[in-house]
């Protein structure tokens, strides 16, 4: 197993004047060799987000065109066992270890529980990423939230907003922060998309469309609104039931489609 400490390169008359009383200290680079000995000392974390087979391929194809994996440093930690621990970097660990090219790393000063956190400002980790990072550690919200999505087939971003009662755009930076709260009743919640969810055999796209779910949670508390009503109408005439962009549309459609065949029609916008 080959390690080598890579020397740090001397500046030019030019930086050194671009950088005068910028240099805070020194980073140490290091170089491991190609072999299965130099890729068994890293360790990657469950906690990480998942490996992506299309960025390898894309990090593979980039490397045959010009091969700066020098360029792509790893940041490790060491864990108790003396292992280095990729916190940060794992694609181009991975796609390094795939083409039997040596991994240029350096240390972090990072921890496991900083990884979601520092990689919610980079356009690198979704939604899911970080649902991944958080569930792996055993975080109950995002626990509660993944259970969800398993069971209903929702977008996390909808997940999100319904469980914690919110629609704003900062509860997704906040989610990728590990800052999610389910603060929404779990049995109000599962009542909820239970009901949507019979919507599902009618169109799919209607069911998973965000707009239409907060419409019929608004609808669920209209005083005439029944639900047993409406899917009854929707198997009479599901070709009325069809997706909209709008509120609006999709209030007036399920009115229409409610007052099917209704002598009393009841208004509902």
Request: contains cysteine; positive net charge; charged residues 30%.
């Amino acid at each position: 197993m080959e390690i080598t400490q890579i020397k740090l390169p001397k500046l030019s008359r030019e930086q050194k004047v671009a950088t005068k009383g910028d240099l805070i200290e020194p980073v140490y680079r290091f170089k491991t060799g190609n072999t299965d000995d130099d890729y068994n000392k890293f360790l990657l974390i469950e906690s990480n987000r998942l490996i992506r087979p299309n960025k390898i391929a894309k990090l593979k194809q980039e490397v045959e065109r010009k091969d700066l994996t020098h360029e792509n440093e790893v940041k490790v930690i060491i864990n108790k066992d003396g292992r280095l621990i990729v916190v940060d970097g794992q694609h181009s660990f991975v796609n390094c270890m795939e083409l039997r090219l040596p991994i240029y790393y350096r240390f972090s000063d990072m921890e496991e529980s900083d990884i979601g956190a520092v990689n919610s400002v980079q356009d690198a980790w979704n939604l899911t990423d970080s649902l991944h990072s958080y569930c792996a550690r055993g975080i109950h919200d995002y626990r509660v939230l993944s259970g969800f999505k398993k069971q209903y087939s929702y977008p996390i971003s909808t997940l999100i907003g319904v469980l914690s009662g919110r629609n704003d755009k900062s509860m997704l930076q906040e989610f990728k922060r590990g800052e999610f709260k389910a603060t929404q009743s779990l049995e109000s919640v599962h009542d909820i998309l239970g009901k949507v969810y019979e919507y599902k055999q009618f169109n799919d796209r209607v069911y998973r469309n965000r707009t239409f779910l907060s419409v019929y949670i608004d609808l669920l508390t209209h005083p005439e609104f029944e639900h047993d009503v409406l899917i009854h109408k929707v198997e009479q005439i599901p070709t009325r039931f069809v997706n909209c962009t709008k509120v609006n549309d999709y209030l007036r459609m399920i009115e229409n489609i409610y007052n099917y065949n209704n002598r009393n029609p009841i208004k509902l916008w």
